[in-house]
């Protein structure tokens, strides 16, 4: 058991279940000890932490090894393998009731294994609870937030057909619903929405908290910047419900959202994309996607 640096000041939870903090780690040297600060700073009282270094090529491995005097974590490495086998590397040595897999460029905040773990307590129905972020730029100026709209409760239908993605530093999961899913597929570089659909699909509700539980970095290494990667990733992730009838639909909210990259990036891989959705799918963010290819093939005067 891992003892949180605050732990005076946490609720009283004798039993309170054990959850693993696992989290991948590629060339994220900078931002390293912040984001093992805001871990270790949780008032849960009983968590572990793992930490997979992805074959990173900055001296990640290095200042973890270094780290690992000042907090207590487990630590593996291995070659590159993406985000989901490490994971995968992660779990096989977790021992916890439920599991966090927060980013390593992100930062934590104090109360949020707590909230989520409490939720799962009383809702067993629910595989994976998610919740809301706070965005910061590269140095940890706050840039917006999701705004809270209620609780939502989600089932297999409504994720399949609007691609819906309950983000990976946000979510804390039921280790059964994991083990039932059978953990990644590694072959799927991106593990959001691939888990999200696994759990569900095995008759687990994904519900989201209208509570912000983490500070999430934008930066140029984000993998949501590179949307050709994401894209392939989803539609991996996707392809195994094909037979559902909210296939086509999740399809095209899929390529809607790499479209908004597309349109700016490559103008010629953005209109194969658009071609791709049948009319029938279009909806209002299509039409603005149009839109702005068709602005932008103007030429100024």
């Known amino acids: 058991m891992t003892e949180p640096s605050s732990a005076q000041d946490s609720p009283a939870r004798p039993n309170a279940p054990l959850v693993s903090i696992v989290a991948p780690c590629y060339n994220a040297q900078q931002y390293l ?172 509700e994904v519900h989201q908290l209208p509570l912000h539980v983490t500070r999430y970095r934008r930066h140029p290494q984000n993998l949501s910047r590179r949307y050709r990667t994401l894209l392939e990733a989803d539609l991996l992730a996707l392809a195994p419900f094909q037979a559902h009838p909210g296939y086509p639909l999740g399809r095209a909210v899929t390529i809607n959202k790499a479209l908004k990259y597309a349109v700016k990036a490559d103008k010629k891989e953005a209109w194969r994309l658009l071609r791709s959705i049948p009319l029938r799918y279009w909806n209002a963010v299509t039409l603005r996607r149009l839109k702005s290819l068709l602005l932008s093939r103007r030429k100024p005067r």
Do not use: W
Request: charge should be negative; hydrophobic fraction near 40%; charged fraction near 25%.
């Open 33 to 204: 000890e912040s984001s093992l600060q805001s871990i270790f700073a949780q008032d849960y009282p009983n968590f572990e932490v793992i930490i997979v270094d992805d074959g990173s090529t900055d001296a990640s491995l290095e200042m973890l090894q270094a780290l690992r005097q000042t907090y207590d974590f487990q630590l593996y490495s291995q070659p590159n393998q993406g985000v989901s086998a490490a994971l995968n590397h992660g779990l096989r040595h977790a021992r916890g009731v439920y599991v966090a897999t927060p980013d390593l460029d992100d930062i934590m905040l104090p109360e949020s294994v707590r909230v989520r773990a409490d939720y799962l307590d009383k809702h067993p129905e629910v595989g994976c609870v998610g919740a809301l972020i706070i965005y910061m730029d590269r140095h940890g100026n706050e840039i917006k937030q999701q705004r809270p709209r209620g609780l939502r409760r989600l089932k297999l239908d409504e994720i399949v057909s609007g691609a819906i993605v309950m983000g990976a530093p946000v979510s804390l999961y039921r280790m059964d619903a994991l083990q039932k899913a059978g953990f990644y597929d590694p072959a799927i570089k991106v593990q959001d929405l691939q888990i999200t659909l696994r759990v569900a699909s095995h008759g687990y």
